[in-house]
């Protein structure tokens, strides 16, 4: 494991409080987590380890604008609002109530006035759906889980990334979507961001997760392509081009899609 891993594994487990824990990540943010989830104990026990959240610190400037599809415990929207700043902005989108409330104890833990929370799902049209939740903080929630057996169904809002971002498209830089499998719905309830605004996205690409809502990572493809994005893997913190024919990279599977022009 190593002295210097042991160190911050002991510095850790000092903050912890039952199944609750606050992790220290970099630059000083403080992040809440439940060890019950496998989320929560991977964070306690390894830190910051998610490469995506890492890449994204070199792609905001202060001033900045983000959307945080997907938020859930609040990772990349406490990285982004490092990122960006008091004069930047944070939008956190999640739909699940009790893991909203861990977000929310995370933004004010750290202090993040600039976060805006927003208790919405993302897809192709504005509504109401049935999301079927788990433990908080888990990120298991799903408009269709692979687990139907678990958790319970609640009636969610529904938005459009579009309606979301209508007040922020001149300055949006970023778009992160983590959202079990809508991420295709959420991208087709999205042309004005695609189109006009072009910000980056950190997408999720998991086949499975997209086949249980009827999508594909080929229609993901097919709908930046349109929108003359190209689409990157990370490997040891630098982008290498997906394929002709994208496909889930080996390990994270996160991936950065960034404007033709860019």
Not at 16 to 38: E, I, K
Not at 153 to 176: F, G
Request: net charge negative; aromatic share 6%; hydrophobic share 40%.
């Amino acid at each position: 494991m190593g002295a210097p891993r042991v160190l911050a594994a002991a510095l850790r487990q000092m903050h912890s409080r039952g199944r609750d824990a606050v992790v220290s990540l970099d630059g000083g943010l403080l992040l809440g987590v439940d060890l019950g989830t496998p989320h929560g104990r991977r964070l306690f026990s390894y830190g910051f380890c998610e490469p995506a959240a890492r890449f994204m610190q070199s792609l905001l400037q202060s001033g900045d604008v983000v959307i945080d599809g997907g938020a859930n415990i609040g990772l990349f929207t406490l990285v982004a609002a490092a990122g960006v700043g008091r004069r930047g902005r944070v939008i956190a989108c999640e739909p699940s109530p009790a893991t909203m409330r861990l977000l929310r104890a995370n933004v004010d833990r750290n202090g993040f006035d600039w976060v805006e929370l927003r208790e919405v799902a993302l897809a192709s049209a504005p509504g109401r759906l049935r999301l079927r939740v788990f433990t908080p903080g888990s990120g298991f929630s799903s408009f269709a889980p692979a687990d139907t057996t678990n958790g319970v169904e609640v009636e969610v809002e529904v938005a459009t990334l579009d309606d979301v971002a209508s007040e922020v498209l001149e300055r949006l830089k970023l778009v992160k979507l983590d959202v079990e499998g809508a991420e295709l719905r959420a991208l087709r309830g999205a042309p004005q961001v695609l189109h006009r605004a072009r910000p980056d996205f950190i997408v999720e690409l998991e086949p499975e997760h997209l086949e249980r809502q009827g999508g594909s990572i080929a229609e993901v493809q097919e709908l930046f392509d349109e929108a003359g994005y190209l689409g990157y893997s990370i490997c040891d913190g630098t982008l290498q081009r997906l394929p002709r024919v994208w496909q889930r990279p080996v390990g994270d599977p996160n991936i950065v899609v960034r404007p033709g022009e860019r």
